[in-house]
Nanobody, 117 residues
Framework: QVQLVESGGGLVQAGGSLRLLCAAS????????MGWFRQAPGKEREFVGL????????QYADSVKGRFTISRDNAKNTVYLQMNSLKPEDTALYYC??????????WGQGTQVTVSS
């Protein structure tokens, strides 16, 4: 069983930055692909990005490409989502997830990001 806890959300003005953290209960670097997702009220859950076990490969949704960066520190069992140039449409509850073979099996509780215009 893998437990994930997100933190770092908050309220920020458009154009600002936030850094989200996801702490895992065990070392993730050798076992899991880590992903970030988000969901706004009344909308479907949306893929944001992912990072491979080694950290050498990343993928991003077109909507965040060039603005968001995923990284990981396996020694600290932690994954990061650096968000720059934030827009009001980025407002959502952000979740981290762990899995492999294209399926995410473990999810955190979410952290709220609100971007004001």
């Amino acid at each position: 069983q893998v437990q994930l806890v997100e933190s770092g959300g908050g309220l920020v003005q458009a154009g600002g930055s936030l850094r989200l953290l996801c702490a895992a209960s065990e070392r993730t670097g050798s076992s899991y692909v880590m992903g970030w997702f988000r969901q706004a009220p009344g909308k479907e859950r949306e893929f944001v990005g992912l990072i491979s076990w080694s950290g050498r490969n990343t993928q991003y949704a077109d909507s965040v490409k060039g603005r968001f960066t995923i990284s990981r520190d396996n020694a600290k069992n932690t994954v990061y989502l650096q968000m720059n140039s934030l827009k009001p449409e980025d407002t959502a509850l952000y979740y981290c997830a762990a899995g492999n073979a294209g399926k995410f099996s473990y999810w955190g509780q979410g952290t709220q990001v609100t971007v004001s215009s």
